[in-house]
């Protein structure tokens, strides 16, 4: 997900998308352990992505509280 994409969405659908995102990082480092996952490179996009999400929110509450 680009930042864009992530400018464009409320905060409750971030929160919803970030609570996904965090399951779908934990299913994935089981399927690691187990060798079940073929695409390892999946794990550095979720990590990616929940950090530019994270990252956001915090710019947003950073804003609203120096106004």
Do not use: G, W
Not at 16 to 32: A, G, S, W
Not at 47 to 66: D, H, M, V, W, Y
């Amino acid at each position: 997900m680009k930042m864009k994409e992530i400018r464009e969405k409320s905060k409750e659908e971030l929160n919803k998308i970030l609570h996904e995102l965090h399951d779908k990082l934990r299913e994935c480092r089981f399927k690691v352990a187990q060798k079940q996952l073929k695409n390892v490179r999946e794990i550095r996009n979720l990590k990616r992505t929940i950090a530019r999400i994270l990252t956001f929110l915090n710019q947003e509450k950073i804003t609203k509280s120096k106004e």
